[in-house]
């Protein structure tokens, strides 16, 4: 849910403003500060984690609908020629970013 709703968001804002980087740089904070949230899950009560849970994932889905923004921004501002790498490149830093976050948990634990 907060995934699609921060997609339309975010695509809205865009669209409306014709600006990419306030709404890239809005859904880095977002997700930002759903990782911050989780990692202070400990400092919360039992009965309140739950909640702060939920509050963190939530923060992190509409943080994600960002995502769309990159797409779209891709094809305005490469050329016919450099197209292919430059969506190549998009989804490398995406797969790089899924891979990275387990990996720095093994290596700290």
């Known amino acids: 849910v907060g995934h699609a709703l921060g997609t339309i968001v975010f695509a ?3 669209l409306v403003t014709q ?5 890239l740089i809005l859904g880095r904070i977002l997700s930002a500060s759903g990782c911050i949230l989780y990692l202070s899950i400990e400092f919360y009560s039992k ?6 849970f939920l509050t963190s994932f939530l ?13 779209s921004y891709v094809p305005r501002t490469s050329t016919g020629g450099d197209r292919q790498t430059a969506y190549s490149l998009v989804s490398a830093a995406n797969m790089l970013a899924i891979i990275c976050g387990p990996a720095s948990s093994i290596v700290f634990t």
């Open 19 to 23: 600006k990419f980087r306030n709404a």
């Open 47 to 52: 009965p309140l984690r739950r909640f702060i």
């Open 12 to 14: 809205y804002y865009t």
């Open 59 to 71: 923060l992190n889905a509409l943080g994600e609908g960002s995502t769309c923004v990159i797409r």
